[in-house]
């Protein structure tokens, strides 16, 4: 965990919105990677905490985030998440009618309190009849639906309501291409509901998250700068806004982008064997440590060789894991130089969707370490068997359950 690359993050991306449109939030999405450290980091920089589930949320309490800095979405809330969190005035975006009934619940009970509320609206983000979405979905699932007339439901349904206000709209996609049009798109979607609904108590405008970060070009060809997406989020921001005395502000819920290239993995050779033409250089990590979604793109990687040959051969090989699966391979056909045993492979860009999306699977996690300037501290211990099973939610023996 590279603590300089996220505090470099930050700074960039903070700018890159912030000299073009004032009120601009940073809602740094937990679940991309809550490893405690680096949402203490985010917070100290100023980034408030999106999170998606109540587990998130009391983790966001418990390192001591203000609430009311608490951005609370996703799809499943109880009524007492939503109680919990309207208490705390915490900013709260609705997914379904289901949780409509737990806000109207909580504000016939609290006549006295003014109800602030938001919305995630689903909507099309479709171009030229070529759906954004990741993995191909011609629709996404998530949000109320404006173009069946649900959102104008929604609305209605809460503003029969006299001590509730709608205060935002929210509109998280995940794309493919993380294009800059589809960001666009997004903010002038929002914007134009605002206006067409005449939510007049509006307090920000949230475009989710979903950009892309600095990237090297291996990983991604077309990788706009933060300042490419702020110029052009911000320009539709001033265009709508300018003329409101009191602008909403404009959230950016930023994940990937902003700690992808903070964390790299590191893994040990093992052994080297042939199998038939090919080489297998088999190291003490897996895919599952740096691609729990096995996508098939190759990670940019590093070695830390102990010898040096005079004269560099280069070679194909693939790197593969201590799993018993067939498709544990880390990099399918890697070109360089053959390491050594005992030599480490270092995989770069490994900080999101990594550490939180990866079942402690036959081995046990590993070690973090973080590097601050010159400092190197802990950031998590290996774990050990008895945290691995850990007798508090384990039952070595049958303990009968009675009823
Ligand atoms: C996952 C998620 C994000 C972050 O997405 P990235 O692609 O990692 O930037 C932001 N907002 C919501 C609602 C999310 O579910």
Do not use: W
Request: aromatic share 12%; charged share 25%; net charge neutral.
């Amino acid at each position: 965990m590279n603590v300089n690359t996220l505090i470099e993050n930050y700074k960039q991306m903070y700018h890159a919105f912030k000299s073009r449109y004032d009120r601009f939030i940073i809602g740094y999405s937990y679940k991309t990677n809550y490893i405690p450290l680096l949402c203490q980091e985010m917070y100290k920089l100023g980034a408030y905490a999106e999170v998606v589930s109540r587990l998130e949320y009391d983790f966001a309490i418990k390192i001591g985030v203000d609430p009311k800095k608490i951005i609370f979405n996703g799809p499943l809330k109880s009524q007492d998440d939503i109680n919990y969190a309207l208490k705390n005035e915490s900013i709260i975006n609705l997914d379904s009618f289901y949780e409509i009934d737990f806000v109207k619940s909580y504000a016939f009970n609290h006549p006295n309190s003014i109800v602030k509320i938001g919305l995630r609206v689903n909507f099309d983000i479709t171009e030229d009849s070529i759906t954004q979405l990741a993995d191909g979905f011609e629709m996404s699932r998530f949000g109320i639906c404006e173009e069946n007339g649900d959102l104008k439901r929604a609305i209605d349904l809460l503003e029969s309501v006299t001590n509730i206000k709608i205060v935002g709209l929210h509109g998280h996609f995940s794309t493919t291409g993380r294009r800059i049009e589809s960001y666009k798109r997004i903010t002038q979607e929002l914007c134009h509901f605002v206006k067409k609904y005449k939510l007049n108590h509006i307090e920000y405008i949230d475009i989710g998250g979903g950009i892309s970060g600095n990237v090297p070009k291996s990983l991604r060809e077309y990788s706009p700068t933060f300042d490419e997406y702020g110029e052009a989020i911000c320009a539709v921001m001033n265009h709508e806004f300018s003329h409101y005395a009191n602008p909403p502000a404009l959230i950016l819920e930023p994940g990937i982008s902003m700690v992808g290239n903070v964390f790299e993995f590191v893994s040990k050779v093992v052994g080297i064997k042939n199998i038939k033409e090919n080489c297998f250089v088999l190291v003490d990590g897996s895919v599952h440590n740096i691609k729990p979604t096995f996508n098939k793109k190759k990670l940019p990687i590093n070695f830390l060789r102990q010898h040096h040959e005079e004269k560099q051969v280069t070679e194909n090989f693939h790197i593969v894991g201590y799993t018993c699966l067939e498709k544990d391979y880390l990099i399918y056909d890697a070109v360089a130089e053959l390491p050594k045993i005992g030599d480490y492979i270092l995989f770069q860009n490994v900080g999101a969707y990594t550490i939180v999306y990866n079942p402690p699977f036959i081995k046990e996690r590993p070690a973090i370490i973080g590097i601050d300037n010159q400092k190197i501290f802990e950031v998590r211990k290996k774990e050990t068997i008895k945290q691995f099973f850990n007798e508090e939610i384990y039952c070595f023996g049958k303990q009968e359950i009675r009823l």
